[in-house]
């Protein structure tokens, strides 16, 4: 069994969509939030009593908070459009990971409780009764979903499985059914303001440590503050890039190019981090009370202006959500009146001639771009539509000499997930990371074939955790791995231009 | 005035009230119900007149469709062409004297109903050749393309088979909007083809049809990418920032 729960797909010469294997990933099982964790969270313990009736009574609550559930759990005609775009799908085979069939797991349930049809005729239209099975199988198949919306782009409505795997795992959780992972990250970052439980200190050392690394690296006092009052720029970044390879790496070039830029930063050791799993969880409560800790540390240390660091689904909550969640950011410098992408901010810069930058110092590498799902369809950048797409591979073209991008199918919009996202970063998951991963490993594969591409850039804390964790197991180098501003550190040409 | 008759006019004026009354409370459902958070599917257009070309895309081209299953989009984009044609040439059933467009359109409405039938029935293939289409089809689904295809055979059935008085079906179609009741002719297609329309009626604000509201209410294409200038919120969630800390 543990040999079979670790079966690597074998990469071919292109990605055959797989027949269907039943069940392929039904075993495979996230480790349910104990009960004090839950209950920290305000959260039941544990699976309640009444469950039906609160899970029923939850759902409709949602179907009147948001549009977007109601009319994408109407609107499915199963055109099965959708059906081989799901990277988990296309790994596994397994046919509930076809976005059609992981939404239906809901919405014969909706169809159930909400719609006349559902009442008069179930078996017709395929309405459900909310059952100790249906919801072991939400419980499975919604944290088999990494929320990257890839179906959404390729659905002629536009149908969501993120917004509906939001609803689901919001209803298991107003049940007790909680998943351990997202809910431990959650906690943490509420109590320590970061999703690795660094404390401030820890913190505090942690980046002195790397101000030491880089004055040893390069003779150069570069600084990471934290928590100056008065700084110009808060930066809020993934807290995988205080010291995850290569996330760590990136963090560095944030600060070199910030140094070299001569500008007045500081991280806040109360908004130590800029991913929220609340959205994770399809929880308002807890993503809005993330978000406001960014608007608290701004405030309290009056900076003008906020710069994110490189993280997929951050980036979806500071571009789409914060104005929302924690808004209105009123108080910032008019100029820059939301916050920016970090590559916003050094693109603009570069194209000041702000920077100096030798792109010989990454003539070793044939470097390709990985768009991850939350930058490329949940956001923007730059002001224009695609902006997320052309103004990190504007950096990289800058800072390297050799740059090929992967199949058109798989980049941009269309990009493939990592596998990890949305909630899937968890050892127990490996299988499902390893299947999700699939579609963009053949790319990367066909690249490194065919173009001798010997990098990958990546804008995402999770994205390069998972890659690099994941790689070793389909026979890959995770050093292949770098933050964009990895690039940008290896060729910034320190006490030059400062 | 037979039974028949007034049975079939009865069920006209039923199944027209089911369609008004349901869609229309759907629509305005869908209308009323809040958008607290900006959820377009990037990349987004930055205008609401770019927002609505997107959504007419959609509605007139099936974009997405068209990049995503070419298989789908060519059944999928002939069922629902013919369908429109066919709709619009059944308006001379319903003008008197008959509009001058919708008299140069009746041949290409009688073309239309052999296109409306090759559209299902790849559609309809799909659902058993493909082995995803076939585990994600429901009794429904299979069900409602019986009830379209049935629909349409029995119209074709008027036209090459068994002729109806057509002149007399026009004038019960009248009488139905003009509240004068006139006979209908009791042919088998015609009674078939009739009562499959009105089930068609009843069952679409019920069913999956719910797509035809759907496609325009799709905060994924219709939302305007503004996240950053405009606060998109509703009234639930605007009431959470008097809880807020900051």
Same mark, same amino acid.
């Given at each position: 069994m543990a040999q079979k729960e670790y079966d690597v797909p074998v990469l071919e010469d292109h990605l055959p969509t797989p027949h269907l294997q039943r069940d392929a990933l039904a075993h495979v099982r996230s480790h349910p939030a104990?009960?004090?964790?839950? @209950?920290?969270?305000?959260?039941?313990?544990?699976?309640?009593?009444?469950?039906?009736? @609160?899970?029923?009574?939850?759902?409709?609550?949602?179907?009147?908070?948001?549009?977007?559930?109601?009319?994408?759990?109407?609107?499915?005609?199963?055109?099965?459009?959708c059906a081989d775009k799901c990277q988990f799908f296309l790994g596994s085979g397994d046919p509930k990971n076809m976005p059609?069939a992981r939404?239906?797991?809901?919405?014969?349930?909706?169809?159930?409780?909400?719609?006349?049809?559902?009442?008069?005729?179930?078996?017709?239209?395929?309405?459900?009764?909310?059952?100790?099975?249906?919801?072991?199988?939400?419980y499975v198949y919604y944290h088999q979903c990494s929320q990257c919306r890839r179906c959404?782009l390729?659905?002629?409505?536009?149908?969501?499985t993120a917004?509906?795997s939001m609803?689901?795992r919001?209803?298991?959780?107003?049940?007790?059914?909680?998943q351990k992972y997202t809910n431990e990250v959650i906690?943490k970052c509420?109590?320590?303001?970061n999703n690795l439980g660094?404390?401030?200190?820890?913190?505090?050392?942690?980046?002195?440590?790397?101000?030491?690394?880089?004055?040893?690296?390069?003779?150069?006092?570069?600084?990471?503050?934290?928590?100056?009052?008065?700084?110009?720029?808060?930066?809020?970044t993934p807290s995988a890039d205080f010291f995850a390879e290569p996330q760590v790496d990136g963090l560095?070039g944030?600060?070199?190019?910030?140094?070299?830029?001569?500008?007045?930063?500081?991280?806040?050791?109360?908004?130590?981090e800029a991913g929220n799993f609340?959205m994770f969880i399809?929880?308002?409560?807890?993503?809005?009370?993330?978000?406001?800790?960014?608007?608290?540390?701004?405030?309290?240390?009056?900076?003008?202006?906020?710069?994110?660091g490189e993280c997929g689904h951050a980036w979806r909550?500071?571009?789409?959500?914060?104005?929302?969640?924690?808004?209105?950011?009123?108080?910032?410098?008019?100029?820059?009146?939301?916050?920016?992408?970090?590559?916003?901010?050094?693109?603009?810069?570069?194209?000041?001639?702000?920077?100096?930058?030798?792109?010989?110092?990454?003539?070793?590498k044939v470097v390709t771009f990985h768009d991850s799902c939350n930058p490329a369809r949940a956001?923007?950048?730059?002001?224009?539509?695609?902006?997320q797409f052309? !103004?990190p591979?504007?950096?990289i073209?800058?800072?390297?000499?050799?740059f090929v991008d992967m199949h058109p199918d798989t980049i941009r919009e269309k990009t493939f997930c990592c596998g990890g996202g949305g909630g899937l970063l968890t050892e127990e998951l490996m299988p499902v990371r390893i299947a999700g991963m699939k579609p963009r490993m053949q790319a990367l594969k066909q690249v490194m074939d065919e173009k001798g591409v010997t990098h990958m850039a990546a804008i995402c804390a999770i994205c390069k955790s998972q890659f690099t964790g994941v790689m070793p197991r389909y026979g890959m180098d995770p050093y292949m791995i770098v933050s964009l501003h990895q690039l940008?550190n290896?060729? !910034?040409?320190?006490?030059?231009?400062? | 005035?037979?039974?028949?008759?007034?049975?079939?006019?009865?069920?006209?004026?039923?199944?027209?009230?089911?369609?008004?009354?349901?869609?229309?409370?759907?629509?305005?459902?869908?209308?009323?119900?809040?958008?607290?958070?900006?959820?377009?599917?990037?990349?987004?257009?930055?205008?609401?007149?770019?927002?609505?070309?997107?959504?007419?895309?959609?509605?007139?081209?099936?974009?997405?469709?068209?990049?995503?299953?070419?298989?789908?989009?060519?059944? *999928?984009?002939?069922?629902?062409?013919?369908?429109?044609?066919?709709?619009?040439?059944?308006?001379?059933?319903?003008?008197?004297?008959?509009? *001058?467009?919708?008299?140069?359109?009746?041949?290409?409405?009688?073309?239309?109903?052999?296109?409306?039938?090759? *559209?299902?029935?790849?559609?309809?293939?799909?659902?058993?050749?493909?082995?995803?289409?076939?585990?994600?089809?429901?009794?429904?689904?299979?069900?409602?393309?019986?009830?379209?295809?049935?629909?349409?055979?029995?119209?074709? *059935?008027?036209?090459?088979?068994?002729?109806?008085?057509?002149?007399?079906?026009?004038?019960?179609?009248?009488?139905?909007?003009?509240?004068?009741?006139?006979?209908?002719?009791?042919?088998?297609?015609?009674?078939?083809?009739?009562?499959?329309?009105?089930?068609?009626?009843?069952?679409?604000?019920?069913?999956?049809?719910?797509?035809?509201?759907?496609?325009?209410?799709?905060?994924?294409?219709?939302?305007?990418?503004?996240?950053?200038?405009?606060?998109?919120?509703?009234?639930?969630?605007?009431?959470?920032?008097?809880?807020?800390?900051?």
């Open positions: 104990k009960p004090e964790l839950q @209950k920290a969270l305000g959260f039941p313990g544990e699976l309640v009593e009444d469950w039906e009736a @609160k899970a029923v009574a939850k759902l409709g609550e949602l179907l009147q908070k948001h549009r977007s559930l109601r009319v994408y759990l109407d609107a499915c005609v199963k055109c099965g459009a059609v939404q239906d797991l809901l919405r014969q349930v909706y169809r159930k409780y909400f719609t006349a049809a559902g009442k008069i005729a179930p078996d017709l239209v395929g309405a459900k009764p909310l059952t100790r099975e249906m919801l072991d199988e939400w959404s390729f659905c002629p409505y536009g149908i969501d917004e509906i609803a689901a919001e209803v298991l959780d107003h049940i007790g059914m909680g906690l509420h109590q320590l303001g660094l404390n401030p200190a820890a913190l505090r050392n942690t980046v002195e440590g790397l101000e030491e690394d880089i004055m040893d690296d390069t003779g150069v006092p570069v600084r990471l503050p934290v928590d100056e009052v008065g700084a110009d720029v808060l930066l809020v560095i944030y600060a070199k190019v910030f140094h070299q830029a001569g500008l007045s930063w500081t991280l806040s050791s109360y908004a130590s609340g399809g929880s308002y409560d807890h993503m809005q009370k993330l978000a406001v800790r960014i608007r608290k540390a701004a405030l309290d240390l009056g900076v003008k202006r906020i710069i994110v909550v500071a571009y789409s959500l914060l104005n929302t969640t924690s808004g209105p950011w009123d108080f910032l410098d008019p100029k820059y009146p939301h916050p920016q992408h970090i590559c916003e901010y050094t693109w603009d810069l570069i194209q000041k001639g702000g920077l100096n930058l030798d792109a010989t110092a990454n003539d070793d956001a923007g950048m730059g002001g224009y539509p695609g902006g052309d !103004i591979r504007n950096i073209k800058t800072v390297c000499n050799k940008v290896n060729a !910034i040409q320190l006490g030059t231009k400062e | 005035m037979s039974f028949l008759s007034v049975a079939y006019a009865l069920l006209f004026y039923g199944a027209a009230a089911v369609l008004i009354g349901g869609l229309g409370f759907k629509i305005w459902s869908y209308f009323a119900l809040p958008v607290p958070m900006k959820v377009f599917t990037a990349p987004a257009p930055r205008t609401r007149s770019g927002a609505a070309l997107r959504v007419a895309r959609e509605v007139v081209f099936f974009e997405s469709l068209f990049h995503s299953n070419k298989w789908i989009w060519i059944f *999928g984009a002939l069922f629902h062409a013919s369908l429109a044609a066919v709709l619009l040439a059944h308006l001379r059933y319903f003008t008197e004297p008959v509009w *001058g467009w919708v008299v140069l359109i009746q041949p290409i409405g009688t073309y239309a109903g052999f296109g409306l039938i090759a *559209g299902l029935g790849g559609l309809w293939a799909r659902r058993f050749v493909e082995e995803r289409s076939r585990y994600i089809s429901g009794l429904s689904d299979h069900l409602m393309l019986a009830l379209l295809a049935g629909i349409g055979l029995a119209g074709l *059935g008027m036209k090459y088979v068994a002729h109806t008085d057509i002149v007399a079906v026009k004038a019960f179609a009248l009488g139905l909007v003009y509240l004068d009741w006139q006979p209908l002719p009791t042919d088998p297609f015609l009674l078939l083809h009739l009562t499959l329309v009105a089930m068609l009626m009843i069952v679409l604000p019920f069913s999956k049809l719910l797509h035809i509201p759907g496609v325009f209410f799709s905060p994924a294409h219709s939302q305007v990418d503004d996240a950053r200038e405009h606060r998109q919120i509703a009234a639930w969630n605007a009431a959470l920032d008097a809880t807020r800390e900051r």
